[in-house]
């Protein structure tokens, strides 16, 4: 190949390539089908959403929405992957990660992950009951999640145990009860709907805290 051809095929592929512009409109594109989509599942099943349906509810025709989404079962990945992404990145943003004393990180990142799970409780709910449809490539990237989640809170635990200021003897175990409690509203809201939200946050924050901090009030 000479200098010539090869210079003409590296500008075609920088051609080709999207801009970032591209990129972040497509992204958007992307989100704006997940949104949709999950209402779908949520009110009407995984089985019972078609493509159809989701093409009518983003206003997308079948073939471009065949663009931004490969199939139904990858938007249900991107909802898990949603989720999970909400979560880190308000742990983030909150400079959860960065506060050094462990009975105060770890209140405020409990805090943080049970206001996320309580305003996005219906695509949880729905999330637990279409689980089984997912395909094994797409669990295993949602379990390496959710892993993450427990580490996350796992290593608060074990640092605060370590500096006597936690009462645990397990934070593996201390860890996952944790990350399941988070979702008890999700799985339980016809019974626990007497409390509001704030009433919900405070009496869940104490219970689990109580758990692992010796004399919380």
């Known amino acids: 190949m000479s200098d010539r051809d090869h ?11 999207p801009n970032l512009h591209q990129q972040k409109a497509f992204q958007k594109k992307q989100a704006l089908i997940v949104k949709k989509a999950s209402k779908l599942f ?14 009518k509810a983003t206003d997308i025709n ?20 949603a989720y999970h992404d909400l979560m880190m990145e308000c742990l983030v943003k909150k400079g959860i990660l960065n506060i050094e004393d462990p009975k105060l990180q770890l209140q405020a990142a409990l805090r943080q992950a049970l ?8 695509d949880i709910l729905m999330m637990y009951r279409e ?3 997912l395909p094994r490539k797409f669990l295993k990237i949602i379990l ?9 809170f ?3 635990i074990a640092r605060g145990a370590k500096l006597k200021a936690f009462k645990v003897d397990d934070p593996f175990f ?18 626990l709907k007497r409390y509001t939200r704030e009433e919900y946050l405070n009496l869940s924050e104490e219970t689990i805290l109580k758990t692992i901090i010796p004399n919380t009030t």
């Open 154 to 156: 796992e290593g608060i």
């Open 144 to 152: 390496k999640k959710e892993d993450d989640l427990i580490k996350f």
């Open 174 to 191: 201390a860890a996952n009860m944790l990350v399941f409690q988070l979702s008890i509203y999700s799985l339980r809201s016809w019974n």
């Open 62 to 81: 079948l073939g471009n929405l065949y663009h931004y989404i490969s199939s139904k079962e990858e938007i249900l990945c991107f909802a898990f992957n």
């Open 7 to 17: 210079t003409n095929r590296t500008r075609d592929n920088s051609e080709n390539k």
């Open 42 to 55: 949520i009110k009407k099943g995984y089985a019972q959403t078609s493509m159809r349906d989701i093409s």
């Open 115 to 122: 206001e996320t799970t309580y305003d996005v409780r219906n």
């Open 131 to 133: 689980t089984n449809v």
